[in-house]
């Protein structure tokens, strides 16, 4: 399908840098992300290096559980400029824009991949999410005001967990991903947890989890965690992540 590609340039914004990954070896590349909501809710976005393949990750509604890496073309129309960039956000005829633009992961044009947006979704204490084999939860102590808007007007030892069963079935394996007290001022809280999206990036059978996380309203850290990036006894490590704040 032909591709409308759309360039946004924000020459007044100044770019946030990207944290170290977890792992640290110069051999694995410096993976870079981009929701694309972000984009087009006024949030700063990244600056992407030129010289690298870009994937959008399309989700298919028809397709359940499912979605399509598509090579981006045209990244030589980005300008390289000092502390500058054009930003691609690219959307195919008819079809909505990719949930997340990705570099430096072995991936192929057309490939299908396991994958589930979940819309920025917070997970509260005593829910779960169920994929893959795997379950991400959530545990806390939740205040509440009958008075307030919302549900919960602040969160105690909040803590986003991930089980995960072999693959026969016979262990189940635990990690804490997250612990956070979610402070509120009696009528609301503020940050959280946001899962963006679940899936198998990197192609092993493992569940990855791209996600965002903040303390406060301004600002969140976008994350991704990858199965294969995972040390020792724990099933994720952190492959990248970086702080966006508003406009």
Same mark, same amino acid.
């Given at each position: 399908?032909?591709l409308a590609i759309f360039l946004f340039l924000f020459p007044d914004v100044s770019f946030s840098e990207t944290a170290?990954?977890?792992?640290?070896?110069?051999?694995?590349? &410096?993976?870079?992300?981009?929701?694309?909501?972000?984009?087009? !809710?006024?949030?700063?976005?990244?600056?992407?290096?030129?010289?690298?393949?870009?994937?959008?990750?399309? /989700? #298919?509604?028809?397709?359940?559980?499912?979605?399509?890496?598509?090579?981006?073309?045209? &990244? #030589?129309?980005?300008?390289?400029?000092?502390?500058?960039?054009?930003?691609?956000?690219?959307?195919?005829?008819?079809?909505?824009?990719?949930?997340? /633009?990705?570099? !430096?992961?072995?991936?192929?044009?057309?490939?299908?991949?396991?994958?589930?947006?979940?819309?920025?979704?917070?997970?509260?204490?005593?829910?779960?999410?169920?994929?893959?084999?795997?379950?991400?939860?959530?545990?806390?102590?939740?205040?509440?005001?009958? =008075?307030?808007?919302?549900?919960?007007?602040?969160?105690?030892?909040?803590?986003? /967990?991930?089980?995960?069963?072999?693959?026969?079935?016979?262990? /189940?394996?635990?990690?804490?991903?997250?612990?956070?007290?979610?402070?509120?001022?009696?009528?609301?809280?503020?940050?959280? +947890? =946001? +899962?963006?999206?679940?899936? #198998?990036?990197?192609?092993?059978?493992?569940?990855? +989890?791209?996600?965002?996380?903040?303390?406060?309203?301004?600002?969140?850290?976008?994350?991704?965690?990858?199965?294969?990036?995972?040390?020792? !006894?724990?099933?994720?490590?952190?492959?990248?992540? =970086?702080?966006?704040?508003?406009?």
């Amino acid at each position: 399908m032909p591709l409308a590609i759309f360039l946004f340039l924000f020459p007044d914004v100044s770019f946030s840098e990207t944290a170290d990954c977890s792992i640290s070896q110069d051999s694995i590349p &410096k993976i870079t992300v981009q929701c694309t909501a972000d984009l087009v !809710n006024g949030w700063e976005y990244q600056l992407f290096p030129k010289d690298v393949a870009y994937y959008g990750i399309y /989700i #298919d509604e028809k397709v359940k559980n499912k979605c399509r890496a598509t090579r981006i073309s045209g &990244k #030589d129309t980005l300008v390289n400029m000092p502390g500058k960039a054009l930003t691609p956000m690219i959307i195919p005829d008819g079809q909505n824009p990719p949930e997340f /633009i990705i570099t !430096n992961l072995p991936l192929k044009d057309g490939q299908w991949l396991m994958g589930k947006s979940f819309s920025n979704r917070m997970l509260f204490p005593g829910e779960s999410i169920p994929f893959m084999g795997s379950w991400l939860y959530a545990t806390g102590i939740p205040q509440t005001n009958m =008075h307030a808007p919302e549900p919960f007007t602040a969160i105690n030892d909040y803590k986003l /967990i991930l089980r995960q069963q072999s693959r026969d079935g016979s262990s /189940i394996q635990e990690e804490t991903l997250f612990t956070m007290t979610l402070a509120g001022n009696g009528t609301y809280y503020e940050g959280g +947890i =946001h +899962i963006r999206w679940i899936g #198998d990036l990197d192609q092993d059978g493992k569940i990855d +989890i791209l996600l965002t996380y903040a303390t406060e309203y301004k600002c969140f850290d976008v994350i991704l965690f990858l199965s294969s990036r995972a040390e020792g !006894n724990r099933l994720l490590g952190e492959a990248t992540r =970086h702080r966006t704040c508003r406009c």
